[in-house]
């Protein structure tokens, strides 16, 4: 095994571990306010399980199948695994967009003022949460019901010319021609719509956050540095998650288009795409987790631990 190998294969399995490590953390504490402190649930916190759900199974549908071509198994998936693994991936990646864009959305209407002319929409969010969730399943099935049809097991390993494929699976090359420009732009016009509508909320957010910090010094004492208010301390949260949202989107589109009209496959670049594209599940709930007090806590306590055991290694 060639070093570079090793380092994706450790890239890969670290991915992994901490993925579900980090949304399994993020699930339990929501789903512990749901049951056990249900005075403290919020609407948005539904969100945030239905994304660590889809950010759970697009980590595994992911990366299983690189683990394992790491490591040198060939075969791993025949055409049924390929088509339920690529389709299962391909619709949780979307369901991330669009997850991510009514988090976005959900906090900009959470956070306008009274007066705006979004203030009527504050009243009827709870509301639009579920059925939501099922237009973004629905949507994005059938936008990927395609792959059922084009995808088969990769038997030869010696693929020439352009398509999608990896180590186990690739698109029939007979069918691909016929379907691949209204495949992709049916993708171009979903991702175009909710990029739309993230940047427009995350742009709304900001100017938001400008408006207040700029009445802030005229409304507080210029001696007292008051705590932001859990609103504010949200929507820098789910700002940076927009960022990294948008970094890692666009860089694996880049480089999937790139790898689908190359003629010569480069699967060393494809396991390093596999890693950028895995990046946005696998850092989401350490950002959601960012402020949460119980993890703060927990924090706190380890590190008052560590220094604890390191005083007394000193003095012995």
């Not at 299983?64 to 991936?89: E, I, N, Y």
């Not at 175009?192 to 700029?214: G, P, Q």
């Amino acid at each position: 095994m060639l070093a570079s190998d090793a380092i994706l294969e450790f890239f890969f399995i670290s991915q992994i571990c901490i993925g579900l490590m980090g949304n399994s953390v993020l699930f339990k504490l929501k789903m512990c306010t749901f049951i056990t402190r249900s005075h403290l649930k919020k609407p948005i916190d539904v969100i945030f399980i239905h994304l660590t759900l889809v950010n759970v199974l697009t980590i595994m549908f992911k990366l299983m199948p690189d683990v394992m071509s790491s490591f040198g198994v060939r075969h791993f998936l025949d055409d049924v695994g390929c088509k339920a693994t690529l389709f299962t991936h391909r619709v949780t990646r979307g369901l991330s967009i669009c997850t991510t864009t009514l988090l976005s959305a959900y906090q900009a209407i959470t956070i306008s003022p009274v007066h705006s002319k979004w203030a009527w929409l504050k009243l009827k969010l709870s509301t639009c949460i579920y059925p939501s969730f099922l237009f973004f399943w629905v949507i994005n099935m059938l936008i990927y019901i395609h792959i059922i049809k084009t995808v088969v097991a990769n038997l030869n390993f010696t693929i020439v010319g352009s398509g999608y494929s990896t180590l186990y699976c690739q698109t029939n090359q007979l069918e691909h021609h016929y379907y691949s420009m209204a495949f992709l732009s049916v993708i171009l016009i979903r991702d175009l719509l909710f990029v739309s509508l993230m940047a427009w909320s995350s742009l709304y957010m900001v100017t938001l956050l400008y408006k207040h910090r700029r009445r802030a010094p005229h409304i507080h004492s210029p001696t007292l540095s008051p705590r932001p208010s859990p609103e504010i301390q949200a929507t820098h949260i789910i700002l940076l998650l927009v960022s990294c949202f948008v970094f890692f989107y666009f860089s694996d589109n880049f480089i999937t288009l790139y790898l689908f009209y190359r003629h010569e496959k480069n699967w060393r670049l494809k396991r390093m795409n596999g890693i950028i594209s895995s990046c946005y599940p696998v850092i989401c709930p350490f950002v959601l987790m960012k402020n949460n007090k119980i993890v703060s806590k927990c924090i706190s306590s380890i590190s008052k631990m560590r220094m604890t055991f390191s005083r007394r290694t000193v003095k012995r």
